[in-house]
């Protein structure tokens, strides 16, 4: 904003002086130290504001609660730190959650699923052959030898080889 | 007020604050009774409502009781007080706003302004200029964004210093005075209200 012919200070260059003098140029504010006109517009501006500051404070209604110092029991339970406190507490709790579930669901280690379907393939394998020598105890070459692939036992046969005793037929 | 005695001004308010720090209650009664009505007006000006403002002005000193400990310097208390202020200021509006997504503007508002008036035993005239008055500040303050708003009340309506307002806002000073000048240009061009001022305007 171009100032005037006797170098009075502009509307920007008051509002500046108004804010703080300290904004102005050099040469302004020896200006304004001299002109009357300039201290007269700045004043007027500064009353302005004076004015609107006191009637703010006339036109606010009169305070009618007055503050109220809280009872002693106000001041034991409060704690300036309290939301340290409350931090370092949420904090502790989420390590000591985070390390238990890392304990509690890790993966059991040296599990392998194919070495233990071949063990369990052997064990069957093993039972298998167990049950078929409770049935036959005689290995298939042995019965070739002996001449007999019946292994039922003729009841009749064995009583004529080998006949009851008298202390047999009494018991 | 010259600097002496404002130096003085501040030792003893640091000494008041340091014994309350230390739960001497007659020192907090001091404070209470040298600041309960600056910070009332401060909250008034922001909320235009008795009730809301006197609710405020409570909650505002229990936060200060509750935090004193905290304070680093005690002299700067009032700049402190201001700052918690300011910021019940912002969740008081921040919570009106949201409670106006689910509610009409609520009765209890009207009602508090109404009572406001008719409890101000001022003659018909002082009324309409005290109605015109916050109306127009109003619709100034409406034009001004908010930093500029937030600085122009508390240098002009709360009377304080652009240092305190630069502890305040957190701002520098450079920036409290930019959004300063920017908000007295815009109040120059504020012909009713400054009309109104100078007693031109009835």
Known sequence: ?171 | MDGHDHAKDKGDLASRVERARGGDRSALGELIAEFQEDIFRMVYYRTRSRMDAEDLTQEIFLKVFDNLPALKDPRMFRSWLFRIAVNKVYDYHRKKRFRALFVQPMEKEAASSMEDIRSDNRNALEQVVKKEFWHEIGVFTQKLSNLEREVFQLRFMDHLGIAEISQVLNKSESTVKTHLYRAVKKFQGAGYLLRLIRGEAI
């Open chain 1, 1 to 171: 904003m171009r100032r005037d012919e006797q170098g009075h200070l502009n509307k920007d260059e008051l509002v500046m002086a108004v804010v703080g003098e300290a904004g102005l140029a050099e040469e302004m504010r020896k200006h304004l130290a001299l002109c009357r006109h300039c201290v007269a517009e700045k004043e007027r501006l500064a009353r302005d504001l004076a004015v609107l500051g006191e009637m703010a404070k006339g036109f606010t209604p009169p305070l009618r609660k007055t503050v109220i110092i809280p009872d002693e029991q106000f001041f034991r339970h409060s704690r300036p730190w309290g939301w340290r406190l409350a931090f370092g507490t949420t904090l502790a709790t989420a390590v000591v959650v985070i390390m238990l579930s890392l304990f509690l669901f890790r993966p059991t280690p040296g599990v392998n699923l194919a070495a233990l379907n071949k063990e369990m393939l052997s064990d069957e394998r093993l039972m298998t052959e167990i049950s078929m020598l409770e049935n036959n105890p005689m290995p298939p070459k042995w019965e070739a030898i002996a001449g007999e692939t019946d292994s039922t036992v003729d009841e009749a046969f064995i009583d004529f080889v080998v006949p009851l005793g008298a202390d047999d037929e009494v018991s």
